[in-house]
């Protein structure tokens, strides 16, 4: 087998020189042989100083941001309230003048409350909110502000500021969803645990008032209507009664004839009909009322985020994770040492001149200064 770095063929011509190396392939014994788990066990036992080394400095570093970045994670949960009950009748009698209301009787659902959260909207007026809040833990230190002036985010008008911090915030904020318990849980980070409680209340409060003020919109738009229609079903059963009443005044002795008795019983019915019609409206138009001056909550705070906020990142996780990562790193450099040092040997002569070139070049790069140092003397 031909020596690795030696020449296998070597063609010469009157004007120029041709050589051709050949170096060892996958395919031959001795690169077979380095491969094996052995050698590669050895690789690393070789390089363990390397290995340790690195992997403390990755553990350290870790640590060191982890501590130094780290923020406080706010959690809260609630669950939408359903306002149904109330509409359901509203639903069915609106039905039967050809009017959809039934997905008013079941509410927004989770995914639109789950987006509201986090909507601009939504944002928009927490970051403009003032908060109040300790950063130390002595409570001393107290600090009154809104998010545009304490995350300082830069930008060429207020509006892009505040679109910055909006931006910022909701990569700060998460909103997971239980579609089985009906619940959603909000996790807002900040640097300050009293922030973070905060901002997760005041984004909760939001949710409800904006929920809230959908649901009275909605409410007087159901009144409207609803006002609309009492007054054109009261003046159905006023001539309906007034039919009948006409029709009992001429035929005083209706009772002997069976075709003055059907008549009577088919105006009667449609009394009662538009009566009964009449009475639901009635008793919907007063429940929309009610509903559209009512200012309970539309959501049900399950866990509130005061006394929540825990740090984000644990140093266990981040202490595991970061040994990991160093390791990986390690071996990696380990075998790339290993590897250069092979090659070192397969191909010394490309080494050489590597070094050579490295050399001038370093030259070359440190000769530019000096150049221009030189002109600009001669320009003075």
Avoid at 58 to 84: D, H, M, Q, Y
Avoid at 196 to 209: D, P, S
Wanted: charged share 20%; no cysteine.
């Amino acid at each position: 087998m031909t020596e690795p770095g030696k020449p296998i063929e070597q063609a010469r011509g009157s004007a120029d020189e041709t050589v051709v190396y050949s170096y060892p392939t996958f395919g031959d014994d001795s690169e077979v042989a380095s491969l094996s788990p052995l050698e590669l066990v050895n690789t690393v036992l070789r390089q363990r100083r390397m290995i340790a080394g690195i992997t403390l400095a990755v553990i350290v570093s870790v640590l060191v941001l982890t501590v130094l970045l780290r923020g406080w994670r706010a959690e809260a949960s609630f669950a939408p309230s359903s306002s149904g009950s109330g509409m359901s009748q509203v639903a069915g009698l609106a039905a039967q003048f050809g009017v959809n209301l039934s997905s008013l009787q079941n509410g927004p659902s989770l995914d639109f409350f789950a987006a509201l959260a986090t909507s601009r909207v939504i944002l928009a007026d927490a970051v403009e909110t003032q908060y109040v809040f300790t950063t130390d833990n002595a409570g001393r230190d107290t600090v009154r502000t809104d998010l545009i002036a304490l995350y300082d985010v830069s930008g060429d008008s207020p509006n892009e500021r505040l679109l910055g911090t909006i931006k910022r915030l909701d990569n700060h904020t998460t909103v997971t969803k239980d579609e089985d318990a009906g619940l959603i849980t909000l996790h807002v980070t900040a640097k300050w645990p009293q922030l973070a409680e905060q901002i997760a209340g005041r984004i909760l409060g939001l949710v409800n008032e904006f929920n809230l003020h959908a649901q009275q919109s909605q409410a007087g738009a159901e009144r409207r209507f609803i006002q609309e229609r009492l007054g054109a079903v009261r003046s159905e059963l006023d001539s309906a009664e007034n039919a009948l009443k006409e029709f009992l005044q001429n035929n005083l002795t209706y009772q002997g004839s069976p075709r003055l008795q059907l008549e009577v019983a088919r105006l009667q019915r449609h009394v009662d009909l538009v009566q009964q019609v009449y009475t639901t409206l009635s008793q919907a138009y007063e429940q929309a009322r009610i509903q559209e001056v009512r200012n309970t909550p539309v959501v049900t705070i399950v866990d509130r985020p005061a006394g929540s906020a825990r740090h984000s990142v644990r140093l266990a996780v981040a202490g595991l994770l970061s040994l990991i990562v160093g390791v990986l790193v390690g071996v990696l450099m380990a075998f790339l040492r290993d590897y250069g040092r092979r090659q070192r040997v397969v191909e010394a002569d490309t080494f050489r001149e590597f070094a050579e070139l490295r050399q001038a070049t370093i030259r070359d790069f440190l000769l530019v200064p000096r150049g221009v140092a030189r002109l600009l003397r001669r320009g003075r």
